[in-house]
């Protein structure tokens, strides 16, 4: 019995300390938990969206939680912008509390943006909900 014990306790600390582990919260800079999440670019405002080829200038960004549970979908108020569309796009995502973005393709610019945010990127073509499950089952392993 204190095996197990000491077995969920050993889980339960490093999954503290683990920041961005599906499921799991990270800390923010006031030691408030803030739900760890993740953004695909889309072409629609479903679960079932394509991933866009443009992570700047995507219709939409699809919201799913550490566990892959979908959140929301927001319509991105940088599409149509003439420039700082990767500053605007971040510091949304950041609002958003997103540790992980999805995408076909990233610009050097965008790129920049989300490494001094320290948001993790990834290039994947599909389903935005295969894709978030994939990256989660990777995570995890």
């Given at each position: 019995m ?36 993740i ?28 566990s ?8 991105n ?19 958003e ?38 990256i ?6």
């Amino acid at each position: 019995m204190k095996k197990n014990l000491r077995i969920v306790y050993m889980v339960l600390f490093c999954g503290i300390l683990i920041p961005g582990q599906p499921g799991l919260s990270a800390m923010d800079k006031t030691g408030a938990e803030s739900p760890v999440n993740i953004a695909v670019a889309a072409e629609s405002s479903t679960e079932s969206s394509g991933i866009s080829d443009k992570a700047g200038r995507a219709p939409y960004f699809l919201i799913f939680d550490g566990s892959g549970a979908f959140i929301k979908a927001i319509k991105n108020p940088a599409q149509y912008k003439q420039g700082g569309a990767s500053s605007s796009v971040t510091a949304l995502l950041k609002k958003e509390s997103v540790k992980t973005f999805i995408a076909v393709n990233f610009g050097a610019k965008m790129e920049n943006n989300l490494k001094a945010a320290g948001i993790e990127y990834h290039e994947y073509k599909g389903i935005a909900k295969e894709v978030v499950e994939t990256i989660i089952n990777k995570q995890v392993r």
